[in-house]
């Protein structure tokens, strides 16, 4: 299997603390046929292989937990990669809030407004949500749970996140200063 940089993204999404234990998941595209995402229980800095999940037929008993998400997404959208983390702050602003709109300038130029969607992780209910709301924003939280970004690319996806959780740190700081 080619190397879609599944280790590389998920040292990343620990080193700046958008996931914790084995929590969180990612996801590439392959052509037609389906996608590539983790392993259930698997460490995203330490993914070991990941599972293939063919777009029609049985899905594989290992794959992630959140595989309906990426496979709703992929069958509504372009996106080539998804990254679904749970970054703190972005997590604690979705409890409050049922859209992000940033006020830093990255923020505003790249994702001027994350919508909060509700869903129970795991379930078909969720998973349309996700995908009925990425045809139209790259990035979304599910709220109480984490993030969802697509992109062309994991690299792309990746930065969508790590950009939600910068956004949601500057409210928060926002708001102790005041």
Request: neutral net charge; contains cysteine; glycine residues 10%.
């Amino acid at each position: 299997m080619q190397d879609y940089g599944f280790e590389r993204i998920g040292r990343r999404l620990f080193a700046e603390h958008l996931v914790g234990g084995n929590f969180g998941n990612i996801s590439v595209r392959d052509g037609e046929k389906g996608f590539f995402v983790k392993r259930t229980g698997a460490y995203l800095d330490d993914p070991g292989d990941p599972v293939f999940v063919p777009f029609s037929g049985e899905v594989p008993k290992d794959a992630s937990s959140e595989y309906r998400v990426h496979l709703a997404v992929y069958k509504k959208t372009a996106y080539k990669a998804i990254v679904h983390a749970h970054p703190q702050y972005a997590v604690a602003a979705s409890l409050v809030s049922d859209e992000i709109r940033p006020l830093d300038s990255e923020g505003i130029m790249f994702c001027p407004l994350i919508p909060v969607i509700a869903g129970v992780p795991g379930t078909q209910r969720l998973a349309d949500a996700v995908a009925g709301m990425m045809q139209h924003h790259k990035l979304v939280i599910a709220q109480g749970h984490g993030t969802f970004a697509g992109g062309a690319t994991l690299d792309e996806a990746f930065q969508l996140t790590s950009l939600a959780e910068h956004a949601c740190r500057v409210l928060a700081f926002r708001k102790m200063f005041r």
